[in-house]
Structure formats: structure tokens, C-alpha cells
């Protein structure tokens, strides 16, 4: 705790002049959206997620996106609850337990019953 009580403080005016002229670099900058990967079989019909929402992030095999369920409830302020599953796009989790159920009628497509007479 010496150490650090020694330490010379900066003021708002040293930080402005340490910072005058720079910028941020591209490379740091906001990412670009990420483009979905087509694969074949996908046109099929039934429904498709990734029609509805925006993939946000890709890694560990899945795009991250917002929960619609989660954000219609105010949650998920991360953007990062609902993984939509790379390989095959019907396959898709909210990590903040929303059901199949919940996610499809927060975008207003409800899952319909099917009556097996």
C-alpha cells in the first residue's frame, strides 16, 4: 500500500495530453455482423431462428445472440444467453432456461400442438 500511495496521480489534464493525436485502431474497433453460413438441406421448411434474430458472436461451435424471451423480460443485458447451433440451426438453447416454447412466442411465432387423431 506504500508503494501505491507514492505513486504519482494523474489529473484529467495529464491524461489529455498523454491521449492528444491517438486513436483507436480499426483493429479494435466494432466488429463486423456476422454472415450465417449456408449449408444445403437447410430449405426444408420448418421453422429457422436465424431468420428471426442476429447472430451476434461465433464460438465454440455456435452463434450467440440475444434471448428474445430474455429480452422481451429485461433480462439478458449481455446479448449473449441464446446459442444457435452452427452445424444445423434448428438446434438452439437459451442458457438462461427460457423453453423452445417461450423463445418462439416472445417473436411471436408460438410452436403450434399437433392433435394426433
Not at 491521449?19 to 483507436?24: K, P, R, V
Not at 436465424?50 to 429480452?71: D, K
Not at 434448428?90 to 416454447?101: I, V
Request: proline share 8%.
Amino acid at each position: 500500500m506504500a508503494f501505491l500511495r507514492g505513486v504519482k496521480r494523474l489529473t484529467r489534464k495529464d491524461l489529455e495530453t498523454f491521449t492528444d493525436g491517438l486513436s483507436i485502431p480499426e483493429s479494435i474497433g466494432p466488429r463486423p455482423p456476422i454472415q450465417p453460413v449456408s449449408y444445403p438441406g437447410w430449405n426444408k421448411g420448418g421453422f429457422q431462428i436465424l431468420q428471426h434474430v442476429t447472430a451476434r458472436m461465433q464460438r465454440s461451435g455456435n452463434y450467440w445472440t440475444r434471448c428474445p424471451s430474455c429480452a422481451k423480460e429485461g433480462r439478458d443485458r449481455a446479448g449473449d444467453d441464446l446459442a444457435i447451433s452452427i452445424a444445423d440451426p434448428r438446434f438452439y438453447k437459451c442458457w438462461a432456461r427460457c423453453t423452445r416454447e417461450m423463445i418462439r412466442t416472445a417473436l411471436g411465432l408460438p410452436i403450434h400442438e399437433r392433435s394426433y387423431r
